[in-house]
């Protein structure tokens, strides 16, 4: 993320969601830190909240993020999916049955299969794949399980997926 999200102009128009594998009692360091690195607005996501154009929304720690039919956020504190709370599959999951041939769904590094299964749900939606190249990743397992669950449209390092996202939010205005 700190490659990909700086990257990215302050009029961004694409809402990004991100799923952060990380403890139950994280103190937020990594938040703080990419806020100060990126030009687009970044905050955790909150109960009911309306989705928004241009913001980049991050998942609570400990929490399932969900994607509700009115396009607001809710949270969950089901059993764990892969091993994880927050999950990916929850979220592509959910966000998958709203947005459908809109959405689209990146995995990055990662040390287990979440996210594979909810991609998978994204691209029977129509919506678009996206994955970092396993040869780039710190942690190759959950792009390679990814690639593995579907047909995915890209694999991309970083700065290519950087690049991407500036090219689709392009195309979207247009």
Known sequence: MKTI?????????????????????????????????????????EEKEEIKS???????????????????????????VNFSRPSIDVLFETASEVYGDKLIGVILTGANSDGAQGLK?????????IVQDPLTAEIAL??????????????????????LFIRLDQNNLE
């Not at 039919?69 to 059993?79: A, V, Y």
């Not at 749900?121 to 794949?129: D, N, V």
């Open 54 to 80: 241009g913001v980049v929304y991050v998942a609570p720690p400990n929490y399932h993020l969900l994607i509700e039919r009115d396009r607001t956020f809710s949270f969950s504190i089901g059993e764990r």
């Open 121 to 129: 749900k994204i691209k029977e939606s129509g919506g678009l794949a």
């Open 5 to 45: 999200l700086p990257t990215l102009p302050a009029q961004f128009g694409i809402p990004i969601v991100v799923v952060q594998h990380i403890g139950a009692r994280s103190d937020g360091e990594w938040f703080r830190i990419l806020e100060k690195l990126c030009n687009v607005k970044i905050k955790e996501a």
């Open 142 to 163: 959950m792009p390679r399980f990814a690639i593995e669950a579907t047909s995915v449209d890209y694999v991309l390092s970083l700065e290519k997926i950087a690049e």
